[in-house]
């Protein structure tokens, strides 16, 4: 027999929760007053490496990163905020609650076509690009384009040549002084470390430092020979030239009150992220030059982009043709797919 609605009131009626409950969120999250500042040393699956205050005589701690932040990518070199259990005891694990603005990136793209951009390391205040004289041979095109991806990232290039006991480094090491880029050279010893460790200890002192290169240039040895507590896995460079790959994610290392860190060895290095403007940009003295060139252009020079700036610096004497040459060499690179 149907039932008579009209007899009905609202005790009747069955209301069913929704699947996430009746309850709404607070989109309100905690402050973290109470949060450490730390510096980011290693990234691996979801976990995050942290040294305390950068201070490399404390424990390092293991973190997540909490709900709030969502998909923030955080990288080596960021420092982050942590709550939690700092103790850095086996099987702990703290939250990192904040990311703070970086002060530099180093971003590369796997090609000039890929729009996703990979961050290398973050605050990093040198970018030593390790290229090795011989056994591989120097790639000048690599080493542009580590130079631009650091001028656009606010970072100071450091050339760093080895194994100069195969080869003589000048040649190759003269096409950069007209930049201002600092060259540093290191040999291969028959007993004990390389030679040049000293040069090289100076300019990452009291900093943070990333070193980059292809496979085999021996990235990995000059840190074994810094910070002997790396201990990093050392590969052959193959009968063909090209290194096999010793490092496989960016690590930081305490030394001499700074860091240095080790990131993968690469076959290229993408710049899909930046224009020759980003470049330029990066030499104060050029930047307001610049502003004066047609839109679009690229700083090429004749006949590419014949109205460039550039050319009336040279042409009046504030501006030295070395030095252009050498910068125009940079951005050809940026403009082309060969590393």
């Not at 991806?149 to 002084?177: H, I, M, N």
């Not at 290191?186 to 980059?212: F, I, W």
């Amino acid at each position: 027999m149907p039932r008579d609605i009209s007899r009905l009131d609202e005790s009747d009626v069955r209301v069913r929760p929704g699947r996430r409950g009746s309850r709404p969120r607070s989109k309100r999250r905690p402050a973290h007053a109470d949060a450490t500042r730390a510096m980011v040393t290693a990234v691996d699956r979801g976990r995050w490496t942290c040294a305390v205050d950068a201070d490399p005589g404390l424990p390092q701690v293991v973190a997540m990163r909490a709900r709030e932040l969502g998909r923030t990518p955080v990288v080596v070199g960021d420092r982050v905020d942590l709550v939690g259990d700092l103790s850095g005891e086996p099987d702990t694990l703290a939250r990192i609650v904040r990311v703070a603005e970086r002060d530099t990136v180093l971003r590369r793209t796997a090609d000039d076509t890929d729009p996703y951009e990979r961050i290398v390391v973050a605050n990093a205040q040198r970018l030593i690009v390790v290229t090795a004289v011989a056994d591989p041979v120097p790639r000048s095109g690599f080493v542009d384009r580590c130079l631009v991806a650091a001028f656009a990232g606010g970072l100071q290039p450091v050339l760093c040549l080895t194994k100069s006991d195969l080869a003589d480094p000048e040649p190759f090491a003269a096409q950069y002084r007209e930049l201002g880029v600092p060259v540093l050279v290191t040999g291969r010893s028959e007993s004990g470390p390389p030679s040049g460790l000293d040069a090289l200890r100076e300019e990452l002192s009291g900093r943070l430092c990333a070193l980059v290169g292809h496979s085999g240039v021996g990235k990995s040895t000059l840190v074994n020979a810094i910070v002997p507590a790396a201990t990093q896995a050392i590969g052959r460079v193959s009968g063909v030239g090209k290194g096999r790959h010793t490092t496989t994610a960016a690590l930081a290392f305490p030394h001499a009150e700074g860091w240095v860190v080790d990131t993968p060895g690469v076959r290229s290095f993408g710049l899909a992220h930046v224009g020759a403007d980003d470049v330029v940009a990066a030499f104060g003295d050029l930047a307001t030059a610049i502003e004066d060139c047609p839109r679009g252009c690229g700083h090429l020079g004749p006949p590419a982009d014949p109205e460039c700036a550039l050319d009336d610096l040279v042409a009046s004497g504030a501006l030295g043709g070395g030095r252009l040459e050498a910068l125009r060499r940079v951005l050809v690179a940026l403009a082309s797919d060969r590393f």
